[in-house]
């Protein structure tokens, strides 16, 4: 039976939080960070430790995967993490997947080579590895997660304002209907966001925002999340509603990614 949705609270964002990469501590071998696997249909948590060999991500356990993808737009074996002794640091390589490997810790999707100079994993970030799937890597210890909105450009009055922080603890929907089982609803009044546009929820050790079939999608990180696909949060990721264009750029409302550890 549905209910009516309940006001989330919204505060000025508490003193630890921050969005600053360089603020987090860098990944060890010990596995002081996580791996979060998101593949549009599952997600998942495992301690990001080096054991020896590989940690790879692919579609075929058969052929060596040591995390399964559901996605048909995985590779079999899509992409490796690996611990440099000699650094002393993770670096991650595409392994010559057919549709390639973004790096998207910044707001701005960059492609690795194809089985080209592997990337240097310095803190939080996220791979983009297949249509659906995501490797999201946080520290493993994470205390809190919040989103703070830096742009409200609608000219509906809102039930917030910019700068409004939102701790996310349970399960929470952003859209422009009140949810029908009584779920936190940030009301998003924009014509391009959808009733129910998206939900954030909380999985125990880390956060993720699924999309919810939206018309003009969630996107993360100038990343768009495809056919209800989900995505692992980090630090700084921009998540924007209210896309007018297909390319969607220019967004109408902007929130920010802030962990305490």
């Known amino acids: 039976?549905?209910?009516?949705?309940?006001?989330?609270?919204?505060?000025p964002c508490p003193e630890g939080y921050s969005s600053d990469l360089s603020s987090f501590p860098p990944p060890d071998s010990s596995g002081n960070?996580?791996?979060?696997?998101?593949?549009?249909?599952?997600?998942?948590?495992?301690?990001?430790?080096?054991?020896?060999?590989?940690?790879?991500?692919?579609?075929?356990?058969s052929q060596g995967s040591t995390y399964?993808?559901?996605?048909?737009?995985?590779?079999?074996?899509?992409?490796d993490i690996s611990w440099d002794d000699a650094g002393k640091n993770w670096v991650v390589k595409d392994l010559g997947s057919k549709r390639g490997t973004n790096v998207i810790t910044s707001n701005t999707p960059v492609k690795l080579p194809s089985e080209g100079p592997a990337h240097v994993v310095t803190g939080p970030s996220c791979f983009h590895c297949g249509t659906n799937t995501f490797v999201t890597l946080i520290?493993?210890?994470?205390?809190?997660?919040?989103?703070?909105?830096?742009?409200?450009?609608?000219?509906?009055?809102?039930?917030?304002?910019?700068?409004?922080?939102?701790?996310?603890?349970k399960t929470m929907v952003f859209g422009r209907a009140a949810d029908s089982i009584g779920r936190p609803v940030i009301f998003?009044?924009?014509?391009?966001?959808?009733?129910?546009?998206?939900?954030?929820?909380?999985e125990g050790k880390y956060w993720i925002v699924t999309d919810s079939n939206a018309t003009h999608k969630t996107v993360a990180a100038g990343t768009k999340l495809c056919n209800e696909g989900m995505i692992g949060l980090w630090p700084g990721a921009e998540v924007t509603f209210?896309?007018?264009?297909?390319?969607?750029?220019?967004?109408?409302?902007?929130?920010?990614?802030?962990m305490l550890v």
């Not at 399964?68 to 992409?79: C, F, I, K, Q, V």
């Open 1 to 11: 039976m549905g209910g009516g949705s309940t006001k989330p609270q919204l505060t």
């Open 33 to 61: 960070y996580q791996l979060i696997l998101t593949d549009g249909k599952e997600n998942d948590s495992y301690p990001l430790k080096w054991e020896g060999k590989p940690i790879i991500i692919g579609r075929s356990e």
């Open 68 to 79: 399964r993808s559901n996605d048909d737009g995985t590779s079999a074996l899509h992409l």
């Open 139 to 169: 520290p493993a210890v994470v205390k809190g997660m919040g989103l703070e909105c830096t742009k409200l450009d609608v000219e509906e009055p809102q039930k917030f304002k910019k700068g409004d922080f939102i701790e996310i603890k």
């Open 188 to 202: 998003h009044n924009d014509s391009n966001v959808s009733g129910s546009h998206s939900v954030f929820s909380n």
């Open 242 to 258: 209210g896309h007018k264009e297909k390319s969607f750029k220019e967004p109408t409302i902007v929130w920010v990614v802030k």
